[in-house]
């Protein structure tokens, strides 16, 4: 009897030797095959800043792991998002930059009214850069050409945009076609917003305010929207052709009786 026990146990042991055996090489074969990715917890819109909170890791088959996928999260805290980011993805690193939203020295908010023809048809978002151009009430003549636009200001930050209620615009979907190029995808996500502008808030120093308010009071406000994947987080400037229209402005107002 001792002996069938002690063979019984024999066996037993041997059977869990094999099992845990097994599953410790199954463990070993799915970690070759996933990798450690750093996913959102939610759907980021664009404009949102990243904070700690927005962030989970996960392990997910190391062929889904896109070539761009950033996985430090010291390369994703703290920056914005230029493009919604949907909990099933990874963050891509063009779809966040280093945007300032907030006034720094000699910079303040600046809110203006708008619609959304002047928005680009609904599609400025909150850390967009933005090109502000005017539309002459009658041609104007500069190095005796004449012009009918001028840039007036070359990225322009927005802070905000908000509708009539004060709700902030947002992307209600994230990118979720594979198959389309990311412009197409932009397209698409950004014409589905969630509400409709009501008022723009910019950052601005001084020069460039003055520069905006001089625009308006001799034609048409309009804002351009540069593909935000390609945009750089340089200061925003008032160009050189509205400097020297400025100034001509000046000099003939200096001359009048």
Do not use: C, H, W
């Given at each position: 009897m001792r002996r069938w026990l002690v063979t019984g146990l024999g066996v037993l042991l041997m059977a869990a030797s094999v099992y845990g055996f097994a599953r410790y090489a199954e463990h070993a074969e799915l970690d070759a095959r996933t990798v450690e990715a750093i996913m959102p917890t939610r759907l980021i819109a664009s404009g949102e800043t990243v904070d700690a909170s927005m962030v989970r890791r996960v392990r997910i088959a190391e062929a889904a792991l896109a070539a761009d996928a950033l996985r430090d999260e010291a390369d994703i805290i703290g920056r914005s998002a230029v493009a919604p980011i949907g909990p099933n993805e990874t963050f891509a690193s063009w779809k966040l930059a280093d945007r300032q939203l907030t006034p720094g020295a000699g910079e303040r908010y600046v809110s203006f009214p708008t619609d959304d023809v002047k928005n680009v048809s609904n599609m400025l978002r909150r850390g967009d850069l933005v090109d502000v151009w005017v539309e002459f009430d009658a041609p104007a003549t500069l190095g005796g050409?004449?012009?009918?636009?001028?840039?007036?200001?070359?990225?322009l930050r927005v802070a905000s945009v908000r509708s009539t209620e004060g709700a902030e615009i947002t992307d209600a979907a994230p990118y979720d076609a594979p198959f389309q190029s990311?412009?197409?995808?932009?397209?698409?996500?950004?014409?589905?917003?969630?509400?409709?502008?009501?008022?723009?808030?910019?950052?601005?120093?001084?020069?460039?305010?003055?520069?905006?308010?001089?625009?308006?009071?001799?034609?048409?406000?309009?804002?351009?929207?540069?593909?935000?994947?390609?945009?750089?987080?340089?200061?925003?400037?008032?160009?050189?052709?509205?400097?020297?229209y400025a100034g001509a402005l000046i000099e003939e107002e200096a001359t009048l009786p």
């Open positions: 050409v004449p012009r009918g636009a001028l840039k007036v200001i070359e990225g990311a412009a197409r995808q932009r397209d698409r996500v950004r014409a589905s917003a969630d509400g409709r502008p009501g008022m723009n808030t910019f950052i601005m120093d001084a020069e460039i305010y003055e520069a905006y308010a001089l625009a308006s009071l001799v034609g048409s406000i309009k804002l351009a929207l540069p593909e935000p994947s390609l945009q750089e987080a340089e200061e925003a400037r008032v160009t050189d052709d509205f400097a020297t």
